[in-house]
């Protein structure tokens, strides 16, 4: 396959939550939520899923796509270590996405929390360099927006 050119994007998305900062914090922070906002979907059967949230810790997750989706039968993953964790206020993250075993992507991932009246606004920016095979700037926007309505939904759970 031939080299193509890097293509780096940033995008920043922001949500308000009825919900405080230290509960949409504890969204992130806990494995079983974050499980089933961020890693849980119908499109694909969760593998496996590991969370040490702290300075210096790691998120892994492995999934398999399922029939009737573009990358069927293949298997995505994300190797994500925390950099910075300001409890309720801040997270710092970097990710390495790999579709089938080669590497797709390089992340930057902040995500702050602001009180807003007696909730909390979330602005998160994301910083990638897309890889060949990516699935590009365009649908990795797509699917943190998603993820951040899923993380709406596991707020109101409680």
């Given at each position: 396959?031939?080299?193509?050119?890097?293509?780096?994007?940033?995008?920043?998305?922001?949500?308000?939550?009825?919900?405080?900062?230290?509960?949409?914090?504890?969204?992130f922070?806990?494995?079983?939520?974050?499980?089933?906002?961020?890693?849980?979907?119908?499109?694909h059967?969760?593998?496996?899923?590991?969370?040490?949230?702290?300075?210096?810790?790691?998120?892994?997750?492995?999934?398999?796509?399922?029939?009737?989706?573009?990358?069927?039968?293949?298997?995505?993953?994300?190797?994500?270590?925390?950099?910075?964790?300001?409890?309720?206020?801040?997270?710092?993250?970097?990710?390495?996405?790999?579709?089938?075993?080669?590497?797709?992507?390089?992340?930057?991932?902040?995500?702050?929390?602001?009180?807003?009246?007696?909730?909390?606004?979330?602005?998160?920016?994301?910083?990638?360099?897309?890889?060949?095979?990516?699935?590009?700037?365009?649908?990795?926007?797509?699917?943190?927006n998603?993820?951040?309505?899923?993380?709406?939904?596991?707020?109101?759970?409680?």
């Open positions: 396959m031939e080299t193509q050119p890097v293509v780096h994007n940033t995008f920043t998305l922001e949500r308000t939550y009825a919900a405080s900062p230290e509960r949409v914090f504890a969204a922070a806990d494995p079983a939520k974050k499980r089933r906002w961020f890693a849980e979907g119908e499109h059967t969760l593998e496996s899923y590991d969370l040490d949230f702290r300075d210096g810790g790691t998120e892994h997750y492995s999934s398999r796509f399922h029939e009737g989706t573009p990358v069927a039968g293949k298997t995505l993953t994300n190797e994500s270590s925390y950099q910075n964790i300001v409890p309720n206020r801040r997270i710092v993250f970097t990710s390495t996405m790999w579709l089938a075993e080669k590497c797709i992507s390089i992340s930057v991932g902040t995500v702050e929390l602001e009180p807003e009246g007696h909730g909390t606004k979330l602005h998160l920016t994301f910083q990638s360099a897309f890889l060949e095979g990516a699935d590009g700037p365009a649908m990795r926007e797509a699917g943190w998603s993820l951040l309505n899923k993380l709406g939904v596991e707020l109101e759970r409680e």
